[in-house]
Nanobody
Framework: QVQLVESGGALVRAGGSLRLSCTAA????????VGWFRQATGKEREFVAA????????AYADSVKGRFTISRDDAKKTVDLQMNSLKPEDTAVYYC?????????????????WGQGTQVTVSS
């Protein structure tokens, strides 16, 4: 069983930056594809970014391309999401998810483990 914990959420002004981290508090994500998703109030959960288990493949939602970067540090057992040039529409609860398979995946149903989420609020 894998237990994921997100951290790094905060209140930030538009144009600012945040770095979210996803850590496996139990189990391992070493061979897992890992994704970040977000859910704004009153909206459906949406894909943000994903990275393969080797880190050689990444994918991004069009809305965050060029602003967000996903990376993984297997020594630290973390997958980070660097978010730059934040916009008010980026406000949401951000979740990380891990899949048994190591591929880069954008569909939430393909992930097996989910964290509890971390709140990101971007003020205008």
């Amino acid at each position: 069983q894998v237990q994921l914990v997100e951290s790094g959420g905060a209140l930030v002004r538009a144009g600012g930056s945040l770095r979210l981290s996803c850590t496996a508090a139990a189990g391992t994500i070493y061979t897992s594809g890992v994704g970040w998703f977000r859910q704004a109030t009153g909206k459906e959960r949406e894909f943000v970014a994903a990275i393969s288990w080797t880190g050689s493949s990444t994918a991004y939602a069009d809305s965050v391309k060029g602003r967000f970067t996903i990376s993984r540090d297997d020594a630290k057992k973390t997958v980070d999401l660097q978010m730059n040039s934040l916009k008010p529409e980026d406000t949401a609860v951000y979740y990380c998810a891990a899949a048994r398979y190591g591929m880069t995946q954008s569909e939430g149903f393909l992930y097996d483990y989910w964290g509890q989420g971390t709140q990101v609020t971007v003020s205008s």
